[in-house]
């Protein structure tokens, strides 16, 4: 987990943003500017409207490469959920020795801070399947997480899956095995029972609260993958890689939350010139109102649960 910006030393109204790149992506360069590389939006941009904010990119190996098709959903995502849990449960280092139970509470405010979820593409389903996997695990750090957890920010997440074509387009050579199981559609365009089941499972965790997400997606289309002189490269007909259905039915079937059409393609949805970029205009409102209900929200669900 890459630390981008971290605002959060002895602050009480601090929060959490995680995010997960796609496939084949890089926790730094997924979200950089086209204009300047040395610029990112998670960190140059956001926190000057979220300085008490903790921004966290997952960085996981998702250049598939060589790989043997060894690679799947739920292997991806359980490093994810593992990493998550690694990183709240405490970056708390002493300096000076405290007691015990000082340092003890430091930890639980860390693990109890509302926490803000970011998925573009692949990186969306991960979050998903990671979520749930805490619910089956009945630890106290896992169901913890799960009450901190308030919202999601979906950027181009192919919920019912993707095309061959278009799967390679994303990730820039021909993916094999489990992947390809758990993402290509079928013969009539319908997702895999895998991705059915999963969207269902994550919209069931939260059954009996506000399900609150935003999902974006392209109106821009991409170039696909053609196969000539012996390798992929991104010359085929344009289209749009994940399609609004895809994009903004999170089990599936059901529109769920607020939907944003964003004037990009598939990988721009996440990477804006400047922070006067009329996409980045659009995204900014939409995150910083989620983290400031985050706030209050998981405030009162501690509280709550503390008083009963």
Known sequence: ?????????????????????GLGSHPYGSFKSPMDASENWLRNYFPKR???SRIL????NSSLVDRQGKESITQFSEGLLNAILSTRED??????PIPPSEC????LETAKRPVVLLGHSLGGLLIKQALVYAKRRPTPEHQTLLKACYGFLFFGVPNRGLRHEELIAISGYTPVGQLVDDLVVDADSEPKPFLKE????????????QLNI??????YKTPTAVFKNGKWSKGGETRLLVTEDSATLIDGRSKIGQKISLAADHSNLVKYHTEHDPIYQTVQPRLDRMIREALSAIRSTFSAVNGM
Request: glycine letters at 8%.
């Open 57 to 60: 990119v997952y960085g996981y």
């Open 50 to 52: 979220r300085p008490n």
């Open 214 to 219: 935003v999902t974006f997606y392209e109106s």
């Open 91 to 96: 970056n708390l280092v002493c300096c000076v």
């Open 104 to 107: 003890n509470t430091k930890k």
């Open 198 to 209: 999963l969207g269902e499972n994550f919209v069931a965790l939260f059954e009996n609260e």
């Open 1 to 21: 987990m890459t630390t981008l910006y971290d605002g959060t030393e002895g602050k009480e109204d601090a929060v959490d943003l995680i995010v997960v790149p």
